[in-house]
């Protein structure tokens, strides 16, 4: 056992070198449980990992990777050049909750780490869509007529086949005609035998983990990155590795810095999420390498890809995958809609079982009458002529966007168009905080979100996240100018 008491008098630890639980792990649990039972206060400054160590007479190395996990976890911030400190953001009920514990005890917890680190992440949108919410399609353009069409035919001809249960794998024919889709589209190499459908890419993502990982299993993730796949990672109990990115994507060589020998790596390749940039094919390659090479699982979250307004898009990164390793996800909730729950996942060959299993447990299957008129959909024509109709609105509400900052947002926000995607980022003058110009701009009704949220290392600059597609020009402009009156008071 080691003890000590000078860095935090407060908090006692004794770590158990001859217990089966890793150094990383005990730490990161008397930390975290001194967090949460207010002993380790919002704000409260850290010692060094180097001091740390030594006093605890560990390696430098486990007490980073404590600090990396509670950083990835939001228990931690760092602030640029000024140490470590207890994150402010906490959720308040998860603290009183918890004050009343003894040292010994280990906190009950009132809800899964996944779900407080979603609490204070995430803001928490209700109500219809405003600007500039974003993961929202233009609603005003779907094609509702024909698709209670298509309803209305598939219940009056095959009611009977509807109401069954049915292969949990999906609807064969959406399979078909989702595996022909991204065969032509993105080149993913696969059969419809190999394709799973789910209730979406977070199930997707729930469905795999479930699938390739154990507690404690080393998970690269994307710095700044989606936050849905964050939460997953923590409930499963991952490691997580924070990975950033540039303007090249995921930077595989610091990736490889932090840890060499990830289990899982989860990655955003054709439309880095939120940074937006595509990951360039000398990384892809160094990527798929990696993963042979250790046996370690790729995700590819394939979400957005349809919506590239210049040039086209790399192919995906499965298709450069000789080795099995790469599973790839999509989802149909930005192409058409986000309720309408459907994603996929295609599945290596030797883990198609496997996930099978996992898809069934969660749920068993997908509505069959939602599967079978988007096969439909997809057969008769009608998705490919979708997309090239929102292709061109949505550049257009870009173009609106674009052209209202540059009237309006003049030294307030950055914006650049960009050549794919549904948001657009919007840099904020230096030293302006993006928390801060979130709050002024929620408080006028507009709908941002900071980039900071989606960081674990704080960014350099600070930026709003504006998504477009499902606002018209004019309530585009209108919004614009009431961001303008918010940022001119941060
Ligand atoms: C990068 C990314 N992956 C996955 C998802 C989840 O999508 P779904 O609605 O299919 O669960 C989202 C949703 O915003 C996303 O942005």
């Given at each position: ?6 860095s ?7 770590l ?20 949460l ?36 976890e ?50 928490n ?53 989702i ?37 404690g ?89 349809e ?41 290596p060959?030797?883990l ?15 509505p069959?009458?939602?599967?079978a008129v ?27 966007l ?89």
């Amino acid at each position: 056992m080691s003890k000590i008491a000078t860095s935090f008098p407060h908090v006692a630890i004794a770590l158990d070198r001859s217990s089966a639980t890793a150094l990383y792990r005990q730490l990161y649990d008397h930390l975290r449980n001194a967090i949460l039972s207010g002993r380790l206060a919002p704000g409260a400054r850290l010692p060094s990992t180097r001091e740390l160590a030594s006093e605890l007479n560990i390696a430098r190395n486990t007490v980073l990777n404590t600090f990396e996990q509670l950083y990835a976890e939001s228990y931690l911030e760092r602030r640029v050049g000024d140490g470590t400190y207890v994150s402010h953001q906490l959720p308040d009920d998860l603290l009183r909750v918890n004050n009343q514990q003894s040292l010994r005890t280990r906190p009950k917890r009132t809800k899964s780490n996944a779900a407080s680190f979603m609490a204070v992440s995430v803001a928490n949108y209700s109500g219809p869509p405003r600007p500039f919410r974003t993961g929202t399609p233009a609603f005003d353009a779907f094609p509702y007529k024909l698709w209670g069409r298509l309803l209305a035919q598939r219940w009056s001809n095959s009611a009977g086949e509807m109401l069954q249960y049915s292969d949990s794998a999906g609807y064969l024919p959406l399979r078909k005609a989702i595996a022909a889709y991204i065969s032509t589209t993105r080149g993913v190499r696969c059969v419809p035998e190999q394709l799973i459908i789910t209730s979406g890419s977070q199930h997707a993502l729930e469905i795999v983990i479930r699938t390739v990982l154990k507690a404690g299993d080393k998970v690269w993730i994307e710095d700044p990155g989606f936050l849905g796949a964050r939460a997953s990672f923590i409930a499963a109990d991952a490691r997580l590795v924070a990975v950033p990115v540039d303007n090249e994507g995921l930077n595989v060589a610091s990736g490889i810095d932090r840890c060499s020998d990830p289990n899982l790596i989860y990655v955003t390749p054709s439309h880095q999420y939120p940074l937006g940039s595509t990951l360039s094919l000398s990384r892809r390659l160094a990527l798929v390498k990696l993963a042979a090479r250790g046996g370690a699982w790729i995700i590819e979250d394939d979400y957005d890809s349809e919506f590239r307004y210049v040039g086209r898009p790399l192919a995906a990164l499965q298709s450069l995958d000789t080795e099995q390793r790469v599973i790839y996800i999509g989802t149909l909730s930005k192409v058409l809609f986000p309720s309408i729950r459907i994603g996929y996942i295609v599945a290596p060959p030797d883990l198609f079982d496997g996930l099978l299993s996992a898809r069934c447990l969660g749920g068993h299957q997908s509505p069959t009458l939602d599967q079978a008129v988007l096969a439909d959909f997809i057969s008769q024509g009608h998705f490919a002529r979708h997309i090239r109709r929102m292709r061109v609105l949505y550049a257009e509400r870009q173009q609106a966007l674009v052209n209202a900052a540059k009237s309006e947002l003049k030294g307030l926000l950055e914006i650049t168009p960009s050549d794919a995607g549904m948001h657009l980022l919007g840099w904020l003058p230096e030293h302006v905080d993006d928390q801060q110009a979130f709050r002024k701009a929620t408080a006028a009704g507009v709908e941002v979100t900071p980039l900071s949220a989606y960081c674990i290392e704080p960014p350099k600059r600070g930026a709003l996240r504006l998504g477009y597609t499902g606002y018209k020009s004019r309530e585009i402009w209108r919004a614009t100018r009431r961001l303008a009156e918010a940022l001119a008071n941060v």
